[in-house]
């Protein structure tokens, strides 16, 4: 849609053009106002532009053996090797790819999942409210690391695999989110207005709801992210990751399998750990000071409430 | 009687997902195309008799609403089917690891809800002072961690000093009962260790937040003006108030418990439903995987329920 077409319909051109100015400098004036929230933003920036560059960057070949097995720390290879004789620098800046990008794959389809039902049930309300969160409520009830485990051990490993059973677990918070913040969105006077000009479904949903919801789709999505790339890493540990793909998750179950602590190898154990802690880190920074930024509630500033998140059985906490 | 509707729709709720856990149980394992039964060619070294003896067990030779009968049926009896590793009942194995599994469970939930309660309380009580950052730091970042990571460093750290692997050291033979329960606890440290420590930064946070919000009530003021001590205020007034939310959330966090579970019983070999979760993921043992993952969610399930009504027991006014 045209900004000229818009310009038509007075009426809508204040309701709709207001949120897209909000939410395009939405993000960054939180990062600019919060610490936390820029501290999170660098990390999760710094990690993304690592996994983008890893083949220009990382000092030798994912699978070249540069040593042996298990060699120290050194000038050339600063985090010494693997069991392998592989650099611990290049596995870690590959791992980062991998992981980095189940992260984000497995929380695009429980979005799309989470936010369709959210949506749905939001809007319409009525019995399709009713049977799509009942379904919500009983798939929140089942304990979903186990469901994960099942899933990925009877569909076999694979990448494609690992991001569909992750995604298609981690939805049910964002659907919950998602229907209520539509339920109060669908209420208000510009959305009636715009019903009453003629406006059918999908434009309203797509014109004036979804870009009233889009902020907090976006904390949502962050802390998503670090549930996934957790997620990952405890498939990856129990064997059910991608056997030709090398992630963080991969590397420690790598190293523990194959001896790497009686070894006193703790070079190829302890860093692949620090690196999935700190993005989580910085997800859960960024994800938590944007979910802040958006309750008005918070802004009475000697209440600095934060509802932290329960992983993975994320859910009612955020109601 | 809005209690007992309360009540009645939480029962009828558990029921519910009982049944519907034990429905996809049948449509994963079952069900769903080349799914692990069906797919009997997945059995390592199977005969050809062996097939057909397969096939007339799990009753594959029947319509998939007959197979479903049956083993509703079966489950009814407590038949969870036959382990392909070590040939025993599925349930028997499961009973075995359940009493393994329960101490360490236990002793490492514990941990994390005193300790987590004690840092949240303490760091929303001196908010905004040194304190606060670094217990909430402290707080998140085991928060962040892997939690089978966190298990192979305290196995670094404590190497040589604590047993690492097992829940008996193997070479302890005739030990009085007092020696073996002592065996028993040295190697249950670390693990129950790692679960209460994964535990706890995500309790601090919310007991944190639990706390912070009722500290802002207008009755925290009062007893503030009454001239009660800063302690009192705290233990009286915010506290209980924001044991609400956090018994929620304790209760809502099993879930995550049961994982973390499973990956400490993978990273310490500890005898228990996690280990027979990983076990039968390694041995691809699909018997044992259902059997122990309908259990999880039943218990998970059953939590759940129990964490409903103690919080009616705690606030009436709920009825939703």
């Not at chain 1, 989580?280 to 009475?300: F, H, T």
């Not at chain 2, 195309?33 to 005969?47: E, M, Q």
């Not at chain 2, 606060?132 to 750290?157: E, K, R």
């Not at chain 2, 302890?172 to 670390?190: E, F, G, Y």
Request: proline share 5%; charged share 15%; glycine share 8%.
């Amino acid at each position: 849609m045209s900004s000229s077409a818009l310009q038509h319909e007075p009426g809508i051109v204040a309701d709709a053009v207001q949120p897209t100015r909000t939410r395009g400098g939405f993000l960054w004036q939180v990062i600019k106002q919060r610490p936390a929230a820029a501290a999170g933003a660098a990390i999760v920036g710094l990690f993304i532009a690592i996994a983008l560059l890893a083949p220009l960057i990382a000092p030798y070949g994912l699978h070249d053996q540069v040593g042996a097995p298990f060699a120290r720390p050194s000038a050339k290879h600063w985090l010494g090797l693997d069991d392998g004789g592989i650099d611990m620098v290049t596995l870690l800046i590959y791992g980062a790819r991998i992981s980095l990008l189940v992260g984000f794959a497995a929380t695009l389809v429980s979005t799309l999942i989470g936010g369709g039902i959210g949506l749905l049930a939001g809007y319409f309300g009525g019995p399709t409210d009713v049977v799509l969160m009942r379904v919500t409520d009983y798939f929140l009830a089942i304990p979903d690391v186990p469901l994960m485990i099942v899933v990925a051990a009877i569909w076999g490993p694979s990448l494609f695999h690992i991001i569909i059973v992750i995604g298609i677990l981690l939805w049910t918070t964002t659907a919950r989110i998602v229907r209520s913040q539509v339920k109060s969105v669908r209420e208000r006077v510009y959305v009636k207005r715009a019903r009453a000009l003629g406006a059918g479904n999908s434009r309203i949903i797509f014109r004036h709801v979804l870009p009233q919801i889009a902020p907090l789709l976006v904390a949502n999505v962050v802390l998503t992210v670090a549930l996934a790339i957790f997620d990952e890493t405890a498939l990856a540990f129990l064997g059910l990751g991608d056997p030709t793909q090398i992630s963080w998750g991969k590397v420690i179950e790598n190293a523990f399998q194959r001896t790497a602590i009686s070894s006193g190898a703790w070079w190829a154990i302890v860093p692949p750990g620090i690196c999935v802690a700190v993005v989580i880190m910085g997800c859960s920074l960024l994800g938590q000071a944007l979910e802040d930024a958006l309750n008005p509630r918070l802004k009475v500033a000697h209440l600095s409430v934060k509802r932290w998140r329960i992983r993975p059985l994320v859910g009612r906490a955020g109601e | 009687m809005r209690g007992a509707d309360y009540i009645l729709k939480r029962t009828v709720f558990a029921i519910v997902t009982v049944f519907i856990a034990i429905t996809l149980n049948f449509i994963l394992f079952r069900a769903a195309p080349g799914s692990a039964v069906t797919d009997l060619s997945r059995v390592p070294h199977a005969s050809e008799a062996l097939r057909h003896a397969l096939e007339k067990q799990f009753g594959l030779d029947k319509s998939k609403w007959e197979q479903y009968v049956i083993y509703l049926r079966e489950l009814t009896h407590g038949n969870l089917g036959v382990s392909f590793d070590n040939q025993q009942p599925v349930s028997t194995n499961l009973k075995t690891a359940l009493w393994n599994t329960v101490p360490m469970f236990v002793v490492g939930t514990l941990f994390a809800i005193i300790f987590g309660v004690i840092t949240g309380v303490i760091a929303a009580w001196r908010r905004g002072t040194a304190t606060d950052n670094v217990t909430t730091i402290t707080a998140l970042g085991f928060y962040s961690v892997p939690t089978q990571w966190l298990g192979i460093m305290l196995i670094i750290l404590f190497a040589g000093v604590l047993p690492s692997s097992g829940m008996v050291d193997p070479f302890l033979v005739d030990s009085s009962p007092w020696a073996h329960i002592q065996d028993v606890l040295r190697h249950m440290a670390l693990p129950a260790l790692t679960l209460g420590l994964t535990l706890y930064g995500e309790y601090t946070l919310v007991v944190r937040s639990a706390m912070l919000e009722t500290l802002g009530e207008d009755y925290v003021l009062t007893a503030r003006a009454k001239g009660l001590s800063s302690w009192q205020v705290v233990r009286r007034h915010a506290l209980r108030n924001a044991m609400l939310p956090t018994a929620t959330l304790i209760a809502l966090s099993l879930g995550y418990i049961v994982a973390g579970q499973i990956l400490v019983e993978a990273v310490f070999s500890w005898p228990g439903i996690g280990r027979a979760v990983y076990e039968a993921v390694l041995q691809r043992d699909y018997p044992m995987l259902q059997g122990a993952f309908l259990f999880l969610t039943l218990s998970v399930v059953t939590f759940n329920f129990i964490a409903d009504l103690i919080y009616f027991r705690l606030d009436p006014r709920i009825t939703e």
